[in-house]
């Protein structure tokens, strides 16, 4: 089973500064990496799939980049409402399996 | 707009079966993989299960085989049975749309979420 572990845990930073998340996989992965944003007693709103798109209606200041087993979400001039929680996920083909990372916690400094 | 709803008991005694239904209204059922996902209280997001129309199922091996996902396409629903509960598996479930049967773009729409507490 590939592992995702995220860093930091917390990232502490001002509206406009720019946020940089990390989740680095056990073990190569496919381009099936994206990642998540939630926040309290909401689902999880999907951003960046295939690693680097962007979903529908995502803003352009969220940005996913990396391959193998690094991947980023950049969050270039954090917004009040970007304060969340963040997941990476990743899907494994064989055998097809969906695993998360823990968690950033994004919170306002 | 696709929009998923969910719905089931919510309050269970250890050994009990966990029982969630979700239904997909708008959109296509038939072209996707749909999931369910946990998280406990103040805790990270596990992936339980999802199957598709046909109603071809994968799942989480670390549930050891408690899960039973199942598709009933003349309503749009899928659903998930969890036997044996624990307070372990006390936690929010979701319901979630996964990638298209031939690639996987995110899961890109989620249900409300349902809360599950186990208790004796």
């Known amino acids: 089973e590939i592992v995702l572990t995220q860093s930091p845990a917390t990232l502490s930073l001002s509206p406009g500064e720019r946020a940089t998340l990390s989740c680095r996989a056990s073990?190569?992965?496919?381009?099936?990496l994206a990642w998540y944003q939630q926040k309290p007693g909401q689902a999880p709103r999907l951003l960046i799939y295939d690693a680097s798109n962007r979903a529908t209606g995502i803003p352009a200041r969220f940005s996913g980049s990396g391959s193998g087993t690094d991947f980023t979400l950049t969050i270039s001039s954090l917004e009040p409402e970007d304060f969340a929680v963040y997941y990476c996920?990743?899907?494994?083909?064989?055998?097809?399996?969906?695993?998360f990372g823990q968690g950033t916690k994004l919170e306002i400094k | 707009q696709v929009q998923l709803q969910q719905w089931g008991a919510g309050l269970l005694k250890p050994s009990e079966t966990l029982s969630l239904t979700c239904a997909v209204y708008?959109?296509?059922?038939?072209?996707?993989?749909w999931s369910w996902i946990r998280q406990p209280p103040g805790k990270g997001l596990e992936w339980i299960g999802e199957?598709?129309?046909?109603?071809?199922?994968n799942d989480n091996p670390s549930l050891k085989s408690r899960v039973t996902i199942a598709v009933d396409t003349s309503k749009n629903q899928f659903s998930l049975k969890l036997s044996s509960v624990t307070a372990a598996d006390t936690a929010v479930y979701f319901c979630?749309?996964?990638?298209?049967?031939?690639?996987?773009?995110?899961?890109?729409?989620w249900g409300q979420g349902t809360t599950v507490t186990v208790s004796s």
């Open positions: 073990q190569s992965v496919s381009s099936y």
């Open positions: 996920q990743q899907r494994s083909n064989w055998p097809r399996l969906y695993t």
């Open positions: 708008g959109g296509s059922f038939s072209d996707y993989y």
């Open positions: 979630a749309r996964g990638g298209v049967l031939s690639h996987y773009y995110g899961m890109d729409v």
């Open positions: 199957i598709n129309h046909s109603g071809s199922t």
